[in-house]
């Protein structure tokens, strides 16, 4: 393995947690790229329009990520306090529901973002106030 190809694969090697943040933030983005115009449509058809591009597949991408952390949650062993774990839970909740909604052509797109932002923070390493 050349050196310069050595510094590359250090370079990538991310913490889980980096990742988590890094997956997480380009989901937001894709998210808040088409939050406004899909929150400001009409309940329905106009919505169910709108899904039909690439919203879909971001809000589809959102949910299976929250899906995973919810199966990390879950997991025996998981190392986060109780108190840690039953807030993300019920954050999950509240995204598998949301999305299911936004999906029907209701719920807001703004409401998932703020969900993801605070925990975005969380990964790195920032307080978050509440809201």
């Known amino acids: 393995m050349s050196l310069d190809a050595y510094k590359k694969s250090l370079k990538t090697t991310e913490t889980p947690r980096a990742m988590e943040r890094r997956i997480l933030t380009q989901i937001t983005s894709r998210l808040d790229a088409h939050q406004a115009e899909y929150d400001a449509a009409a309940e329905g058809p106009s ?3 709108i899904l039909a591009g690439p919203l879909r597949s971001a ?3 959102n949910v299976r990520l929250w899906l995973g952390f919810k199966a990390d949650l879950l997991t025996p062993g998981n190392e986060l306090p109780p108190e840690t774990r039953a807030g993300l839970l019920s954050l999950a909740g509240f995204v598998e529901r949301q999305s299911g909604q936004i999906m029907n052509g209701r719920g807001t797109i ?4 703020a969900v993801n932002k ?3 923070q969380a990964l790195q390493g920032q307080t978050v106030e509440a809201a």
Do not use: A
């Open 118 to 120: 605070p925990i975005i």
């Open 59 to 61: 809000v589809h991408d």
């Open 110 to 113: 703004e409401s998932l973002i």
């Open 47 to 49: 919505r169910l329009g």
